[in-house]
């Protein structure tokens, strides 16, 4: 059965996920990776969400105010035994749910061109590709998208 739950990013199973995310993304990024890194803590997330199976750590996502009326999605992850089970998109909007009951209007994001099924998840999922907004207007590797919740 999957369920999850709503935490901040002191949940040790929210660390355990970021910590294989973070792995994953040190071997696509390569020499990029510091770069990314350094906007990728999660000291102060308040609004993470973690999905278990059974009672199973299986996936996690997290958003932080972008602006005045924007989040940014951040952490998204899905261990690789349970990807091709549209558990990414149930993460996606559990999180554009809550942002929504905290009046927010609108959900940006950045990913990588390193990470295709990311690109797609999000395409799939409605979100355009925008203009690449700081800290990753000059990177190469950086896409940005944005939705209307």
Do not use: H
Request: hydrophobic share 40%; aromatic share 14%; with cysteine.
């Amino acid at each position: 059965m999957l369920y999850y739950k709503r935490c901040s990013s002191d949940n040790k199973n929210f660390k355990q996920l970021v910590a294989l995310l973070d792995a994953d993304l040190a071997l696509r990024d390569g020499d990029e990776n510091a770069f990314y890194a350094q906007f990728n803590g999660i000291d102060a997330l308040k609004n993470c969400v973690v999905f278990y199976s059974d009672k199973t750590p299986v996936a996690c996502g997290a958003f932080k105010k972008f602006n005045t009326n924007s989040v940014e999605i951040k952490r998204m992850f899905v261990k690789p035994e349970f990807r091709g089970k549209s558990i990414a998109s149930k993460v996606l909007l559990v999180l554009e749910e809550w942002a929504k009951e905290l009046n927010y209007s609108f959900a940006v994001l950045e990913t990588g061109l390193r990470q295709p099924e990311a690109i797609a998840l999000y395409k799939k999922n409605k979100y355009t590709i925008t203009d690449s907004y700081p800290p990753y207007e000059k990177m190469e590797n950086s896409v940005c998208f944005k939705k209307s919740l």
